[in-house]
């Protein structure tokens, strides 16, 4: 099993784009054979941090 964690940072101007990105980006992923969860939350809206 891998598993990856991180802090993104994204400018709060982008976030509502990004956000639909992400969530564009998460449906593909867990169509992958193998994948058992893809997630991302959103911890700061002001701040742009995820």
Known sequence: MLI???Y???DPADLAEF???LASLAV???QRAG???YDA???D???GAF
């Open 8 to 10: 993104m940072h994204v």
């Open 4 to 6: 990856v964690t991180g």
């Open 35 to 37: 994948n058992v969860s």
């Open 19 to 21: 956000t639909g990105d």
């Open 41 to 43: 939350a959103l911890d």
């Open 45 to 47: 809206a002001k701040a």
């Open 28 to 30: 593909a992923t867990r």
